[in-house]
């Protein structure tokens, strides 16, 4: 007599995970797509011309003219008749850099040989003077005509704020000393005109 | 007599991939990616012919109405204002004083309208914020386009600019 074991094989059921790896491979690689886009930044500017604090009646006013890639103009109110937060450090850096165009505004000129030369240049003496004027944010830029778009830009970037990691001292009316890296994040913009160029 | 049957098979053991660990990655890849997505909301469309400057600073985009300068166009939110030749805008787009471009003012003066409308009623229309613009303009564009153009915003109350480039690698 044969003896037929019957075995009762219960068919493991498993979830057929292929449909869900085919959407999910196919959305990984629509989002990774998408992802890889340009990474957009953008740079503040204003149609208001800033307007600084006032001292008696004399006010902060700060403008960088941007004749062309090589060449820039920083106009600054004489700091004689302002309040800086350390007078003879002030009156000497002014001294042996600056020259009075009249009507109590100082004038620096700058040459370099390409736009970021220029405008590192410019934001060497910004430095300072927020190290001496650190509540003022306002400056107005006045651009010539001939200046490119990318040009304006890579010198707005240098008058905004310094590259991270590269911050200064700067202290304050009551003897804190603090890490600056924001310059004068209120840019006014103006096309260049006499009153601005004027020597 | 007993036949042996020599039932050597040769079985081949079915290999299963385990995919348990390939399911874990892309699950994790997708939800960063989402994420990303959800973080930055805001669509950016640059047209194709124009290039882009460079910013050195990461400071995002806000929502704002867009003006497109390519080398040979000025749209705004893609309705074709005027036309550039030679990097410069001829004439007849201009206004008689040469300040301002007539067709940017009057859309941005109807949009300042609509906007006023509709926040109007909530206080004084002169408490607004003033108008956003962004502008994405190619990189060699002069600055006297962009003069006459940042002129015409100005005159329609927009003067708060946004100046669209592509973020420098800091790497």
């Keep these: 007599m044969s003896k037929k074991n019957k075995k009762i094989i219960l068919e493991q059921s498993e979830v057929n995970v292929v449909p869900l790896m085919d959407i999910l491979t196919t959305m990984l690689f629509f989002l990774i797509l998408m992802a890889s886009a340009a990474n957009y930044a953008t740079l503040f500017g204003s149609g208001q011309e800033g307007s600084g604090t006032a001292t008696d009646q004399v006010k902060f006013d700060i403008a960088v003219a941007l004749h062309h890639d090589k060449s820039a103009t920083i106009h600054l109110t004489d700091p004689n008749y302002l309040k800086p937060i350390n007078p003879d450090s002030m ?27 220029l405008a590192k240049k410019v934001q060497d003496d910004l430095k300072v003077i927020k190290t001496h004027f650190p509540l003022e944010k306002n400056l107005t830029l006045a651009i010539a005509d001939k200046v490119s778009y990318q040009q304006m830009l890579i010198m707005m970037d240098y008058i905004t704020q310094t590259d991270e990691g590269k911050t200064f001292k700067v202290t304050d009316q009551i003897g ?22 004027q020597k | 007599m007993t036949l042996l049957k020599n039932k050597s098979k040769n079985r081949l053991v079915l290999q299963e991939i385990n995919i348990t ?8 890849l997708l939800f960063f990616l989402i994420k990303i997505f959800t973080v930055n909301t805001m669509n950016i469309d640059v047209p194709e012919q124009l290039t882009l400057p460079t910013i050195g600073h990461q400071a995002p985009p806000q929502e704002a109405i867009t003006l497109v300068i390519t080398k040979n166009q000025v749209l705004i939110d893609q309705k074709l204002l005027a036309e550039i030749s030679n990097n410069a805008i001829p004439l007849k787009y201009q206004s008689e004083d040469r300040l301002t471009l007539p067709a940017l003012s009057s859309y941005l003066t109807k949009e300042k309208q609509k906007r ?13 914020p003033a108008g956003k613009l962004m502008i994405q303009a190619d990189r060699d564009t ?18 708060d600019f946004q100046f669209l480039g592509t973020a420098k690698d800091t790497n």
């Excluded at chain 1, 804190?176 to 160029?197: K, M, Q, T, V």
């Excluded at chain 2, 006023?116 to 607004?128: A, R």
């Excluded at chain 2, 002129?151 to 003067?159: E, L, P, Q, R, V």
């Design chain 1, 91 to 117: 009156s000497a850096f002014i001294q042996k850099r600056y020259r009075s165009s009249g009507n109590k505004i100082i004038s620096r000129e700058f040459s370099a040989k390409d736009i970021n030369d």
């Design chain 1, 176 to 197: 804190r000393e603090r890490d600056y890296r924001e310059l004068f994040p209120s840019i006014g913009l103006r096309g260049l005109s006499n009153d601005i160029a």
């Design chain 2, 21 to 28: 660990p390939l399911m874990d990655v892309l699950t994790v």
């Design chain 2, 116 to 128: 006023d409308q509709v926040f109007g009623y909530d206080g004084k229309q002169t408490d607004l």
């Design chain 2, 142 to 159: 002069n600055f006297s386009i962009l003069k006459l153009l940042l002129n015409s915003a100005a005159i329609s109350g927009y003067t």
